[in-house]
C-alpha cells in the first residue's frame, strides 16, 4: 500500500517563506512525475509545480520567481520552497506523485496518489 505523507504549512506573514515536503512509500521503485498543487476557498484545484524523474521543472504563472520545486529521489520526496509569499498563495496544498512500485506477489505496477492537503495561511 501507497503512503504519502505531507508536512510543511502553517501560517507566515506576507513575504515571509515555507517549504512542504512529501515523502511518498511502500516499495516504490520510481517517482515519474511529482508534483504540488493548491485549492483556495471557493476556487478549483490549480497545479503550481510539477518535477518529472528526469528533472524538468514547470510552474504557474503566478509562482514563477517565488516557488522552486525540488526532489530528493532517494528518500522518494518532493519539497516546495515557498518564498515571498503572498495573501493570494493562501491555501490547501496538496502533493500528487505518479509512478511505479512493486506489487503484491512481485510483478511491478503504476501508482498515483494525493496527499491529504496542507493549509498554508499568507496574512499579517
Known amino acids: 500500500q501507497v503512503q504519502l505523507v505531507e508536512s510543511g504549512g502553517g501560517l507566515v506573514q506576507p513575504g515571509g517563506s515555507l517549504r512542504l515536503s512529501c515523502e511518498v512509500s511502500g516499495r516504490i521503485v520510481s517517482t515519474d512525475l511529482m508534483a504540488w498543487y493548491r485549492q483556495a476557498p471557493g476556487k478549483e484545484r490549480e497545479a503550481v509545480a510539477t518535477?518529472?524523474?528526469?528533472?524538468?521543472?514547470n510552474y504557474a504563472d503566478s509562482v514563477k520567481g517565488r516557488f522552486t520545486i525540488s526532489r530528493d529521489n532517494a528518500k522518494n520526496t518532493v519539497y516546495l520552497q515557498m518564498n515571498s509569499l503572498k495573501p493570494e498563495d493562501t491555501a490547501v496544498y496538496y502533493c500528487?506523485?505518479?509512478?511505479?512500485?512493486?506489487?503484491?506477489?512481485?510483478?511491478?505496477?503504476?501508482?498515483?496518489?494525493w496527499g491529504q492537503g496542507t493549509l498554508v495561511t499568507v496574512s499579517s
Open positions: 518535477t518529472t524523474s528526469r528533472g524538468g521543472t
Open positions: 500528487h506523485i505518479r509512478g511505479v512500485r512493486i506489487l503484491e506477489g512481485g510483478p511491478f505496477g503504476n501508482f498515483e496518489v
